[in-house]
């Protein structure tokens, strides 16, 4: 079976860049699309960006320019690299797999996997 298992997440200040990382292991990695969503304080999870299996990428309108979502195939391994960070952008970050269909969707219930989260915290 599938498990994604999310790093690099810490408290930093704002404006600072932090890259969290995703191992994913128990199937073929480039076959599933990769998302990332974040979940802050009293707030819905939200949709942050996605890869698909072919390497393009959709972000939401609030990190474009600023977040960058790779993947690595030969390390079985998904990256958000988080620039020009904001006290908004804190929250728990998860990562997330779906098979299927090689298209990045928002819908948090397309995906079949998810990572255990990784904490954020960007101080003002």
């Known amino acids: 079976q599938v498990q994604l298992v999310e790093s690099g997440g810490g408290l930093v200040q704002a404006g600072d860049s932090l890259r969290l990382s995703c191992a994913f292991s128990g199937r073929t990695f480039s076959s599933y699309v990769m998302g990332w969503f974040r979940q802050a304080p009293g707030k819905e999870r939200e949709f942050v960006g996605g890869?698909?299996?072919?390497?393009?990428?959709y972000y939401r309108d609030s990190v474009k320019g600023r977040f960058t979502i790779s993947r690595d195939n030969a390390k079985n391994t998904a990256y958000l690299q988080m620039t020009s960070l904001k006290a908004e952008d804190t929250a728990v970050y998860y990562c997330?797999?779906?098979?299927?269909?090689?298209?990045?969707?928002?819908?948090?219930?397309?995906?079949?996997?998810w990572g255990q989260g990784t904490p954020v915290t960007v101080a003002s």
């Open positions: 997330a797999a779906k098979r299927f269909l090689d298209i990045i969707t928002t819908d948090a219930i397309q995906y079949n996997v």
């Open positions: 890869i698909s299996r072919g390497g393009s990428t």
